[in-house]
């Protein structure tokens, strides 16, 4: 298998990196971490890294000055689980679950995985079935179904589910084929535009405004990322959009947070405004929903020349199943993960991967080659677009390779975590976070900003200094 440091450079030149500023990193820790017969731990400390070096790149073409950057690989996949350790006035995440979510059984006797934490979901789940939003109801009501067939139909209605797949199903289907010819993430030119000046700044990404339209994990995870290197984030919600608040706490520190509605002319109006000043701009809707409204990445283009744009999917850009809502958990089920890790536990039905990894991990590559492409952009000019999808970093997992004898690996005790965790102030109280795992030598990787309620400020940028 390969190693994380030839893992971190395959990934490093494909996006178009120097390949001596591999040598000014440094990855620490042994594989495994968890208890997982795929390297997570690997993935966790290679994503976080690849960002922490392209921060650093653009520090040396912003002032000149090199650095070191240095990722211990325990401190990566503990950050890579940030919102199991979060803790709010001391306490701990409340379940992490709806009550109807998880695996049923159908009447074909194969396994379905229900994502209902989101009351729109979990409706549509229940007008498929036809039954009440309670676990008897709706394993009763499955065992009059075909799995593939209530996946498409739940599908149809607006919700989010997953038939459980081995690798080898998975594998035949177009869209694993149609993914297996991408590499873990895309960075393609989409317009002309003059360079763009760094602004005034001691941190690689100060002056920079990031707007983040994206929830629940991997997008947030890569606009604090960002905000970690020191960019002005504004995540850009709604007031009637559902959200899952442990997770709101846990990705927003460093960010702004502000309300507007897009779906009305004064929302797109003002967020055209934010837009024509952003210098990224990354969003987690499903291809092609925000052209609809006016926002292609295309059309941020041209109200923005020179800006980099960053699309995330589920199942990717192209393909059957482009537009397919989706979430780490059900992409999991579909690809073959949930399958993999229960035969490698000797259980019959799924295991999850030990961590949201493809969620984290795909964070880490949105904001690894948003600022890759933003280094380039400040050399050559032009509007650029990266695109990322779960599915893509699972395949980007899986080919990673798996680890035998896995299951004599315990999870992390309370005290492994203790030295990553730091005190911070939000407008939720005192949280106790885990801090970045990229560590880099001259400007240390931190947040600014305190994690606040959404919508607690207003859809303006600040003065740049």
């Not at 440091?5 to 440094?26: E, F, P, R, S, Y």
């Not at 789940?125 to 039954?131: E, G, H, I």
């Not at 003002?270 to 990224?280: G, K, P, V, Y």
Request: net charge neutral; proline share 7%; charged share 20%.
């Amino acid at each position: 298998m390969q190693t994380p440091q030839k893992i971190l450079a395959d990934l490093w030149m494909h996006a178009g990196g120097d390949g001596a500023a591999l040598d000014a990193v440094t990855l620490t820790g042994e594989e495994p971490q968890l208890p997982s017969s795929f390297r997570v731990a690997v993935a966790a400390q290679v994503s976080i890294a690849a960002a922490g070096l392209a921060a650093a790149e653009i520090w040396k073409q912003r002032s000149g000055e090199r650095q070191s950057v240095a990722v211990d690989m325990r401190h990566a996949v503990v950050e890579c689980r940030s919102e199991r350790y979060l803790r709010v006035n001391g306490e701990p995440p409340p379940p992490a679950w709806d009550a109807i979510a998880g695996v049923y059984r159908t009447g074909d006797q194969r396994v379905v995985r229900l994502h209902t934490n989101f009351p729109h979901h979990r409706a549509a789940v229940c007008k498929v079935l036809d039954c009440k939003g309670e676990r008897e109801a709706v394993q009763a009501a499955l065992m009059q179904w075909n799995g593939e067939a209530f996946e498409a139909a739940a599908y149809a209605a607006g919700g989010v589910v997953a038939l459980m797949r081995s690798y080898q199903e998975w594998s035949t289907l177009p869209q694993a084929k149609m993914l297996a010819e991408l590499p873990p993430l895309i960075i393609e030119k989409i317009g002309e535009a003059a360079p763009r000046p760094w602004p005034a700044g001691e941190r690689p990404l100060e002056g920079l405004r990031v707007l983040d339209l994206s929830r629940v994990i991997a997008g947030p995870v890569a606009g604090r990322a960002l905000a970690a290197h020191g960019a002005d984030v504004m995540l850009v919600s709604g007031p009637d959009l559902p959200a899952i608040p442990w997770l709101t706490i846990d990705t927003g520190r460093g960010k702004f947070s502000c309300f507007l509605d897009l779906k009305s002319e004064n929302g797109r109006a003002r967020f055209r405004e934010l837009l024509a000043s952003a210098d990224f701009f990354s969003q987690g809707y499903r291809p092609g929903a925000l052209s609809s409204l006016g926002f292609s990445p295309e059309e941020a283009a041209a109200i923005s020349p020179g800006i980099i744009a960053v699309s995330l999917s589920a199942y990717g850009h192209r393909g059957p199943w482009a537009a397919r809502r989706g979430f780490d958990s059900l992409v999991q089920t579909a690809t073959g993960f949930n399958h993999a890790e229960g035969q490698a536990a000797g259980i019959d039905g799924p295991k999850e991967l030990p961590a949201q990894m493809l969620d984290h991990a795909t964070g880490y590559l949105m904001a690894f080659g948003a600022m890759m492409a933003k280094a380039r952009q400040a050399r050559e000019g032009g509007s650029w677009h990266v695109r990322v999808s779960l599915a893509q970093t699972g395949r980007w997992l899986w080919d990673l390779g798996r680890i035998a004898d896995y299951l004599t690996t315990p999870d992390l005790a309370a005290d492994a975590v203790q030295s990553f965790m730091e005190e911070l102030s939000s407008g939720f109280g005192a949280l106790r976070a885990v801090s970045h795992a990229a560590i880099l030598s001259k400007t240390p990787a931190f947040w600014s900003r305190p994690a606040m309620p959404l919508g607690s400020h207003p859809p303006h940028w600040p003065l740049r200094g």
